[in-house]
């Protein structure tokens, strides 16, 4: 069965700094998708960034970017110039080409000292 | 377009009492998935469907029913329930394999047993 693991239960980071989220995950599959998604207090579950496993360019959206390193099975989360609205939990997820079924991290809790 | 509507946002039962949580689409998506979320757990899948009439077993399905009649609703039902079923649910949807793989979450329902 598929795992993911996200080592750092808490993180903080100064306002304007950049800070990197870890994640690590288990498969023997070369197909796959992954995640980051983000929770705010609010609960709504919001998409931040993904990944597909063939692309070998690492998915950036604005002051969000990834390190995608397949063969280490490592999937880290950088968030550049970072902002009190970035403050949330942050969930890492897997889901394998063909079963479209997530596995879920057990969270990052990032907050964001201003 | 509403998206994706989770039905009641809050609910607190006495052990033993039964009740159904909605989750309402109308996107026409054709897979939706219920999701429970435990602190320091991360979500894990409950149960999911791949279209109308159709639903299967997730990671912890035990202590639920659901039921897809209608393409836009999926229902989770708790016959009996039990203070270890407090929790967050979430409701999921994605339009179909291959088409969309990031899922859209409703805003979830916070159970609480007693």
């Known amino acids: 069965a598929q795992t993911v693991t996200q080592s750092q239960p808490e993180m903080s980071v100064q306002e304007a700094e950049t800070v990197t989220l870890s994640c690590t995950y288990d498969?023997?599959?070369?197909?796959?998708?992954l995640f980051w998604y983000k929770q705010p207090p609010s609960r709504q579950m919001i998409l931040v960034i993904r990944?597909?496993?063939?692309?070998?360019q690492n998915a950036t959206e604005n002051r969000f970017s990834v390190n995608f390193q397949k063969a280490a099975k490592s999937f880290s989360l950088k968030i550049s110039d970072s902002q009190l609205g970035d403050a949330a939990m942050y969930f890492c997820?897997?889901?394998?080409?063909?079963?479209?079924?997530?596995?879920f991290g057990t969270g990052t809790r990032l907050t964001i000292i201003p | 377009n509403a998206g994706v509507t989770q039905t009641p946002k809050f609910r607190v039962l006495k052990t033993g009492q039964s009740m159904t949580l909605l989750c309402a689409q109308d996107?026409?998506?054709?897979?939706m998935y219920w999701y429970r979320q435990d602190p320091g757990m991360g979500l894990r899948l409950i149960h999911y469907?791949?279209?109308?009439?159709?639903?299967a077993k997730g990671e912890v399905p035990d202590g639920y029913n659901v039921s897809r009649l209608k393409k836009q609703n999926f229902l989770l039902g708790l016959e009996s329930a039990a203070p270890s079923q407090t929790s967050v649910y979430f409701c999921?949807?994605?339009?179909?394999?291959?088409?969309?793989?990031?899922?859209?979450f409703g805003p979830g329902t916070r159970l609480t047993v007693t």
């Open positions: 999921a949807t994605i339009p179909a394999i291959g088409v969309k793989y990031e899922q859209y």
């Open positions: 469907s791949v279209g109308e009439g159709t639903t």
């Open positions: 996107m026409n998506h054709e897979y």
């Open positions: 997820a897997y889901e394998r080409f063909g079963n479209e079924k997530l596995t």
């Open positions: 498969t023997s599959e070369s197909d796959y998708y």
């Open positions: 990944q597909e496993a063939y692309k070998q």
